[in-house]
């Protein structure tokens, strides 16, 4: 069972930054494709960015693309998310997941463990 947690989040100004951390249990990190996802108030979560196992690759929504970027670090078993130039359209709970392949993936279905969530608030 892969534990994920969340840390970073908090409110900020628009054009500033954050990074958010999720830390990992497990001991096959490496083996795990991971994502950052997102849920704003009255809306579905969405994509927002992915890295494969080895974190050779990257994918990024195009809301985000250019402002954010995702990295890991698999002797910590930790996955990041640099965000700058932050909007207010940021604003949402941001979640770190899990999945049980190698290989990167935006699609939501495909990730098995969530972690709880972290909140960040873009101020205009």
């Known amino acids: 069972q892969v534990q994920l947690v969340e840390s970073g989040g908090g409110l900020v100004q628009a054009g500033g930054s954050l990074r958010l951390s999720c830390a990992t249990s497990?001991?096959?990190?490496?083996?795990?494709?991971m994502g950052w996802f997102r849920q704003a108030p009255g809306k579905e979560r969405e994509f927002v960015a992915t890295?494969?196992?080895?974190?050779?690759?990257?994918y990024y929504a195009d809301s985000v693309k250019g402002r954010f970027t995702i990295s890991r670090d698999n002797a910590k078993s930790t996955v990041y998310l640099q965000m700058n130039s932050l909007k207010p359209e940021d604003t949402a709970v941001y979640y770190c997941?899990?999945?049980?392949?190698?290989?990167?993936?935006?699609?939501?279905?495909?990730?098995?463990?969530w972690g709880q969530g972290t909140q960040i608030t873009v101020s205009s």
């Open positions: 997941a899990a999945r049980s392949g190698y290989y990167a993936s935006n699609s939501a279905r495909e990730y098995d463990h």
């Open positions: 890295i494969s196992g080895g974190g050779g690759r990257t």
């Open positions: 497990g001991r096959t990190f490496v083996g795990y494709g």
